[in-house]
């Protein structure tokens, strides 16, 4: 396979990681009970938490971007992970009374985020037991 096939995939991966990044500022900072945003209501050691998975999905892209035929299988990871977000988004802002709508725009970033994994990890030959199954080698380590 060549590597320039994936190299659309690696620059959507590095920039999603800028969008993670960005996520984990906003929790760090201005989302939570009693700050800037704070609808739907959220403690702020909760938000402080879960801006540092931000963090660490942020950092998780930036290298996989540098050898993505070899950490494909983070794409996929987030492939789940963003679709579960968008999915449990949308739901509770259709189906829960008075749900506040506050983060709409980011389920539509994450779902374009989702597609483009999926577009350019087809149009660079991946398939799926690239994206959602690690390649295990023979040994216990």
Request: one cysteine or more.
């Amino acid at each position: 396979m060549k590597k320039n096939n994936l190299k659309p995939l690696a620059v959507t991966f590095f920039l999603s990681g800028i969008w993670d990044t960005i996520a984990a500022f906003l929790y760090f900072f201005i989302i939570g009970s009693g700050r800037l945003i704070d609808a739907p209501p959220i403690d702020p050691f909760f938000s402080i938490f879960l801006g540092s998975f931000f963090i660490c999905f942020a950092y998780l892209q930036f290298l996989s971007a540098r050898n993505i035929e070899r950490y494909a299988f983070n794409v996929g990871c987030l492939i789940i992970g963003r679709l579960f977000y968008v999915v449990q988004l949308y739901s509770f802002m259709i189906c829960v009374q008075n749900f506040p709508t506050t983060f709409w725009f980011t389920g539509i970033i994450d779902g374009l985020f989702t597609i483009l994994y999926l577009v350019f990890a087809l149009q660079g030959e991946l398939s799926a037991r690239d994206l959602f199954l690690p390649k295990i080698k023979n040994t216990l380590l």
